[in-house]
């Protein structure tokens, strides 16, 4: 039914107004900074796109004698032979209830704050929660077990793990990411229950580009995970020099980017902390510097080619088969 309320009509506006913005603050993947294939398909036809794919190029011939053949000399992977993945969108969407007696005790601003919080915030989950996904298994669909990830791990074997959480590390031209329809929002004011019912709905998808440039870590689960299944920072120095052997592309300031749980946070902070306590000096104080970053920003730190991110979307308590 049409809106009667002029307190209603003016939270509309307001919701409206703001959601996008409120959006983009509260997730993290949907970035050209992470995600170096960056689309954006409104108002185009259909939900899927093709994205065309190169072979890898080879070492060109460091010496290669007058009149030679050049085509021979060159080594692998001459010819150019171009595939493609197909990335499709999908809709998430998030919901909440108003009754005219909020808006009466709680006030207006708290109110609306209070909306947008939880419309924009569970629709930057749902898209965190399914590019993580994707990045992991080539699929939104949840993980349950370690071996539903796809991409290599250069954490713990499965027969060491019980349960794990897994982070990741990857170069920004590993995934790819759409968007079909911004973040937006309907209402329908409910005059039998005294409410305003307020849909938000936004359209996006992601899709590895190249698997490759992924690389998972799979460590024990939880924020007091053994020590035996403790995440550290040689698993994470592995999966960099592992995205380097491949040419992996870095962001413009040189970095690869790693996504950790809050329990692998507190694994990386500790080992820091305690090479600070030990060591002393220069070094001791970059580590603890290092550490107290946690505490302070999002961004862990700059460590070995890496900018470390928090998320709380990663999966978790997955089975070990």
Known sequence: MATTSSKV?????????????????????????????????EGAMGK??????????????VSISENADIISASGDNHDFDPTSVTLSVNK???????????????????V???????????????????????????????????????????GYANSILGTADVCAVWSPAGM?????????????EKIQNDEVQMVATMRNGFKQVKPTFIRAISVGTGVSSNAATSANITQFAT?????????????????????ITPGAELDISNQLSGVGAVSGGSIGSVAQDIA????????????????????NNLPTGLASA
Do not use: C
């Open 9 to 41: 009509g003016e939270l509309y506006t307001s919701i409206v107004s703001d959601l996008v913005p409120f959006y983009e603050n509260a997730t993290l993947l949907p970035s050209p900074l992470l995600i170096q294939h960056f689309y954006n398909i």
């Open 48 to 61: 899927q796109i093709t994205i065309p794919l190169v072979n890898d190029y080879g070492t060109a011939n």
């Open 292 to 311: 107290n970053d946690v505490l302070l920003r999002s961004i862990v730190s700059q460590a070995i080619g890496l900018n470390w991110l928090r998320t």
């Open 239 to 259: 999966s960099v020099a592992n995205l380097r052997a491949v040419n992996a592309e870095t962001d413009d300031a040189g970095y690869y980017y790693a996504a």
């Open 92 to 110: 998430r969407g998030a919901a909440t209830l108003v009754s005219t007696e909020s808006l009466e005790d709680a006030g207006f601003d708290a």
């Open 176 to 188: 790819a990411f759409a968007s079909k329809r911004s973040a937006e929002v309907k209402q329908f």
């Open 112 to 154: 609306r704050n209070q909306v947008l919080l939880r419309l924009s915030r569970s629709l930057a989950q749902s898209t965190d929660t399914a590019g993580f996904r994707v990045m992991l298994s080539d699929s939104e669909t949840a993980l349950a077990d370690i071996s539903d990830v796809t991409v290599s791990d250069d």
